[in-house]
């Protein structure tokens, strides 16, 4: 998009770009309100002790309270005791900082981030089948391609609208779109065939598919034998998948399963998606795994116009998984555990290797180990809304004022925010310069078209000040007056620069599996992106992978054997329901962002709770009717809304609000033992009216 300023007003415009050929969804559209919205922070918050409010505060008490605090804190119980909290939103640049910023300044094994809860599932199974995690292995223009497009627990009809552009190119080429949803969604509308599986049993789906296509003969044997390995233990696996037994489980009938196995199985070009619906399960790298199996079976990856790709979702969901904020990574992807890696990073870091902490822990274990005896008793958080997104949220809502020390970096104050001890307020997007990687593996400029307001500052330039106090030497990252007609020096004076983050950023990157050694700035400027890998300055980006080997020692792909688990809660007498979760067009996230801007309020005001008409029925349940639902861990209220859209022995609800709405009181804090990944897809729940005056029960 390009930004445009009239009389101090931003409005948004599309701008043509082969992504998304101009199109732009309706929060990218009304996404400049925020950049003047009332409820903006624009002075740092220190909470009174005498009276437990929050209170303005100028940067330098703000900045000083965190550094005593942290300091204290990291001298009664060790440097550990202090715990960072990222964003995939987050630029490249500050990504990259705030993994420096927690195990250089601070010295702490403990960063984690948002990322954890939304694409490290398929990013495991990617890496342990490819050698490399990047989403789309090839451009999005692919997928207008391909013959046959199978859509897995993705709805980006509502939740990447520029992408459905390609969806319909594909089917206008004559292709078909096959959706696998539990609900009739928006996207699986459009779908020629839609597979409604019971949530929770993808993996089982997949293996079905790969059983079909080895008894109708769509295995392309010599692929298997030339670029990959481990074949024979997964032949095994799905053998045991008769389809029947797939549908028993599953709900997808048999005759659907086989015509979508010929669907791939036939087709010249065939992709294969997964997005949060496969994912986000405590086996959602395994049900990545065995989608995986799937396209390499059929000889897929590396195929033009064919494929195994994840749909990544946050803003920088990509590069946020690159850079060093994950608690086993450092930059360019690399493990924090492998010695060479450390020794690299160390050496651009200009610190001893040895001094570099070990892998921390993933986010949700991370949260919830908060203020507890052996937890973290600080946390700083940049980018996220945990209070709202975190599965079992109240638990972690409590575990978040059990600390001693909360710091939260926001442009408003969001429910996790309100917790803290201390607010700083950050600059937008549209506020400051820096770098995207999309889901392509190309990275994208974001420009600053303005300076932030006055007694905002950038996170890279907090970041900045928060090392210069806690180290008490010069910041790692110069400070520049911003130059420019537009980025005139703001009141509060110098701030961090981007370009020189990235300048480190590059070197740091080099030799890793995310090398950006070759992409600079002026680069992306004059290409319109460029994709890693891209190790050298004149020599040519990646736009497509695997063509001639995949990333792993021996250049072949690994299949690996997977078996479907049941989900981590059953359904039983008192919580007879599943219930899953998920995203609404006009909504984003935690809604921090959304929930404030007036036209989205209009379109989806309030949060809902989807039901099928039959099971409204037998709960007496009518539509628009308040409804509460209840699991082991909580429960929230919210409208019912009835549907036909969905399985009948499932609910939905979207988890974009907070306070008695918030859907995530509910969720299972169970988590994915390679991954991390929380099961937000799926827990059993019970629902019933809500009481309320005047009706009876
Ligand atoms: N409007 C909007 N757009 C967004 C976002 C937003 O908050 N709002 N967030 C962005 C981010 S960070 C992300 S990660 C993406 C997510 O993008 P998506 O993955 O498309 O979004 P979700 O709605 O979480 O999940 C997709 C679908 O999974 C289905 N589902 C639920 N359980 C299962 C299951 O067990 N199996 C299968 N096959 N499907 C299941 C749901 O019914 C839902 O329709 O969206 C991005 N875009
Ligand atoms: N039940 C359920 N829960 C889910 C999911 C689900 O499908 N179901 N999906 C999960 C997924 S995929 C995701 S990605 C998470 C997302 O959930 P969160 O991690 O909470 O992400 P956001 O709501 O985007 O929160 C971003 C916060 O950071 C602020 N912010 C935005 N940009 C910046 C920045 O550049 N700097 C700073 N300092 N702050 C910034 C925003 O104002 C907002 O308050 O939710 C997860 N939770
Ligand atoms: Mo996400």
Excluded at 529 to 557: K, Q
């Amino acid at each position: 998009m390009t930004l445009r300023e009239e009389d101090g007003n931003v409005s948004v415009l599309p701008r043509q770009f082969p992504t998304n050929r101009g199109g732009l969804c309706q929060k990218g559209w009304t996404s400049a309100e925020l950049l003047t919205h009332p409820d903006r922070l624009t002075t740092p918050l220190v909470r009174d002790p005498a009276s437990g409010e929050l209170r303005p505060a100028s940067w330098d008490a703000a900045l000083d309270r965190i550094a005593t605090g942290l300091r204290d804190i990291q001298q009664r119980h060790g440097r550990d005791a202090v715990a960072v909290f990222g964003g995939g939103g987050l630029t490249n640049e500050k990504a990259y900082a705030l993994g420096k910023f927690a195990r250089v300044t601070l010295g702490t094994r403990h960063i984690d981030y948002n990322g954890r809860f939304c694409m490290s599932s398929a990013a495991a199974a990617g890496m342990r089948a490819f050698g490399v995690d990047r989403g789309l292995p090839f451009p999005l223009s692919d997928l207008g391609q391909a013959d046959t497009l199978l859509l897995v627990g993705a709805n980006p009809a509502e939740t990447m609208p520029p992408l459905v552009r390609w969806l319909t190119e594909q089917r206008q080429r004559g292709g078909k779109l096959i959706v696998v949803d539990p609900r009739a969604t928006a996207t699986a509308r459009q779908a020629d065939l839609h597979l409604q599986p019971l949530p929770g049993t993808d993996l089982a789906v997949a293996n079905a598919l790969l059983h079909i296509a080895l008894t109708e003969g769509y295995v392309d044997g010599e692929y298997v034998t030339t670029r990959t390995t481990g074949f024979t233990d997964v032949r095994r696996t799905v053998a045991g998948w008769w389809p029947a037994r797939a549908e028993a489980l599953s709900g997808v009938p048999v005759a659907d399963l086989e015509a979508t196995a010929r669907a791939l199985g036939t087709a010249e070009r065939a992709i294969i998606l997964t997005a949060r619906g496969a994912e986000q399960h405590a086996k959602g790298v395994d049900t990545v795994t065995a989608f995986v199996n799937l396209a390499l079976a059929l000889g897929l990856p590396g195929r033009p116009g064919s494929g195994y790709g994840c749909l990544t979702g946050q803003g920088n969901g990509q590069g946020g998984r690159e850079h060093g904020q994950k608690a086993d990574q450092l930059p360019g992807y690399r493990k924090i555990d492998d010695p060479v890696a450390r020794a690299h990073v160390a050496q651009v870091w200009g610190v001893p290797a040895d001094e570099l902490p070990g892998p921390g822990v993933p986010a949700y274990q991370l949260l919830d180990s908060l203020g507890t005896a052996d937890g973290p008793r600080a946390l700083l958080v940049f980018g996220s809304n945990p209070v709202v997104s975190a599965p079992r949220a109240a638990r972690i809502e409590s575990r978040l004022r059990d600390l001693e020390l909360l710091v939260v970096a926001d442009f408003l104050l969001s429910e996790t925010a309100a917790l803290a001890d201390v607010v700083l307020p950050t600059a937008q997007w549209a506020e400051e310069d820096g770098t995207m990687t999309n889901l392509e593996g190309r990275v994208l400029r974001r420009r600053a078209l303005r300076p932030p307001p006055a007694g905002v500052r950038t996170d890279l330039t907090i970041l900045t000040n928060l090392s210069t106090l806690l180290k008490g030497r010069a910041p790692s990252y110069r400070l520049v007056h911003r130059k420019g007609p537009l980025l005139t020096p703001d009141a509060d004076g110098p701030e961090a620069d981007p370009q020189a983050v990235f300048a480190e950023l590059r070197r740091a990157s080099a030799g890793g599996i995310a090398d950006y050694a070759g992409i600079s700035w002026e680069r992306i400027d004059a290409a319109d992106g460029v994709f890693w890998p891209c190790p050298r300055d004149d020599g040519p980006d990646s736009p497509r992978l695997f063509a001639d080997g995949f990333a792993t020692p021996d250049g072949r792909a690994r299949f690996h054997p997977v078996e479907h688990r049941p989900a981590a809660e059953q359904v039983c007498a008192q919580y007879p329901l599943h219930f899953t979760t998920g995203r609404v067009l006009a909504q984003y996230q935690s809604g921090t962002q959304t929930r404030r801007v007036a036209a989205l309020r209009q379109a989806a005001p309030d949060a809902f709770v989807e039901l099928h008409p039959d099971l409204a029925d037998r709960l007496g349940v009518a539509d628009g009717e308040p409804v509460r639902v209840l699991s082991r861990r909580g429960e929230f209220q919210a409208p019912a809304r009835l549907s036909p859209a969905i399985r009948p022995d499932t609910v939905f609800a979207p988890f974009h609000w907070g306070g008695a709405a918030r859907a995530n009181s509910v969720t299972n804090d169970a988590v994915d033992p390679v991954s991390g990944m929380p099961e937000f897809k799926i827990c059993a729940v019970r629902v019933e009216r809500a009481e309320c005056s005047g009706v009876d029960r």
